[in-house]
């Protein structure tokens, strides 16, 4: 039975994965959890699952933590900033389920894989901030890293007893987020509210927010390059409307694969577990009856100007995909506070890329300490478009 630790468990990913967890009982069994805040939520999660861990960064309650958590019969709790690194360092398992979101997942991912711990990671920023690091730690500790991201995982699923010599094209797909067909322009206006209704998935609202600019795209570019060590021309995204494709592979012959289902980050999250092996699972069903038809869009990057600057980000290398990643991350927030507009987005972060000094991302000192110029540059360029009375105080 496999051991797994679940950071970022109250989360939408966290919640799917316990999902999951819970119908292959027999298999896997959770040995730690981790949140940021709610800290509730989190003892909730303990009482059913009965983990051996607990991390919290920001405990509203500590004394009831421990006590709650001793009652519980939980040997270890972790309180503060860097919980969830001291969690996956300090603890047994066999696997580390990483969805936390944003940076702050790096730090635990590098942990875990250095311990030759497996890792089914959701949390892509890190492999955007630290991809040459997280994927070299793993090869040298003979760790398995399996991504969780839906398109990801479904090109693992296509290359499965294929040699990676013969890929000519990753097509990443994206239904195109609530913005399909709308220019840069229009956009101005768009309410937080607005950005949250995507048209096929229920995530955070950090990746939300990404799949309405689609930067989570561009994040996911420059994830398929490092989990797959392809070149950023071999990666390609199209449009593609239902989501049942959730990638596709194009090989040197010409011939495609695909990998498809009703879209659901359970099964994705099933075979992160699971793999090589397949289970036999009722989480997910499908029926190709009911996928009439199937559409695809090419996708302009003067429409999505998010898409782009990973592509740029990509070239410039480096810290400069960890910049970015952060600065997104911070422009989101302030999006999601109604301080800047939708479209001050991407001018936060291209501005923040070409601000920040580009360090070589061979170290896990680099990557935080641009991380944390990239924040900081960000939040000061979110003061200048800051939107007063309705509009906005410059560019
Ligand atoms: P949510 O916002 O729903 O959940 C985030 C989880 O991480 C919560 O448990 C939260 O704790 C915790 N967390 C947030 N920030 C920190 C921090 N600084 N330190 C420690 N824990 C933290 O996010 P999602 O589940 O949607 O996304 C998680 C990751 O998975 C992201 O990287 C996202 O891009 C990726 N992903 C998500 C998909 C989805 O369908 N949702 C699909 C593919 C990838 P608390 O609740 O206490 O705030
Ligand atoms: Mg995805």
Redesign the pocket.
């Known amino acids: 039975m496999k051991s797994v630790l679940i950071?970022?468990?109250?989360?939408?990913?966290?919640s799917s994965a316990l999902s999951v967890l819970a119908e292959q009982r027999g298999e896997f069994r959770v040995t730690g959890l981790?949140?940021?805040?709610?800290q509730n939520?989190?003892l909730d999660l303990a009482r059913i699952w009965k983990p051996k861990s607990l991390a919290l960064?920001d405990a509203h309650d500590e004394t009831a933590l421990r006590r709650e958590s001793e009652s519980l019969g939980v040997d270890s709790v972790f309180i503060g900033e860097d919980a969830?690194l001291r969690q996956a360092a300090g603890t047994e398992y066999d696997v580390l389920l990483n969805?936390?979101?944003?940076g702050?997942?790096i730090a635990a991912t590098l942990s875990a894989l250095d311990r030759g711990k497996s890792v089914a990671l959701?949390?892509?920023?890190t492999l955007v901030a630290a991809g040459d690091l997280v994927m070299e730690s793993a090869k040298r500790n003979n760790a398995q890293l399996l991504p969780?991201?839906?398109e990801h995982s479904a090109i693992l699923q296509c290359l499965a007893g294929e040699s990676w010599s013969g890929i000519r094209t990753l097509w990443l797909t994206t239904s195109g987020g609530p913005f399909w067909g709308r220019r840069q322009s229009e956009l101005h206006d768009v309410t937080p509210e607005q950005a949250l209704k995507h048209p096929t998935?229920v995530?955070?609202?950090?990746?939300t927010i990404?799949s309405a600019t689609l930067f989570?795209k561009g994040l996911e570019v420059i994830e398929a390059c490092k989990l797959f060590g392809v070149d950023p021309a071999a990666v390609k995204v199209i449009r593609h409307r239902e989501s049942v494709i959730h990638s596709m592979v194009e090989f040197t012959d010409g011939s495609f694969k695909a990998q498809l289902s009703n879209p659901d980050?359970r099964l994705p999250i099933l075979y992160a577990l699971s793999h090589p092996n397949r289970v036999v699972s009722g989480l997910v069903a499908s029926s190709p009856s009911d996928w009439s038809a199937l559409h695809f869009d090419e996708v302009s990057f003067q429409d999505f100007p998010c898409l782009r600057l990973a592509y740029d980000a990509l070239d410039r290398g480096g810290t400069i995909p960890c910049a970015m990643s952060a600065a997104d991350e911070v422009a989101v927030q302030a999006f999601l506070e109604k301080r800047i507009s939708f479209t001050a987005i991407p001018e936060i972060i291209e501005n923040t890329m070409n601000t920040v000094t580009n360090r070589s991302a061979d170290s896990l000192e680099n990557i935080l300490l641009s991380d944390a110029e990239a924040r900081q540059a960000a939040h000061s360029l979110c003061r200048t478009h800051e939107i007063v009375a309705g509009d906005l105080k410059c560019s």
């Open positions: 950071q970022g468990a109250t989360g939408s990913i966290g981790a949140a940021r805040s709610r939520e989190l960064n969830a969805a936390m979101v944003g702050a997942g959701a949390n892509k920023e969780i991201d839906s998935w995530m955070g609202a950090k990746i990404d989570n980050m």
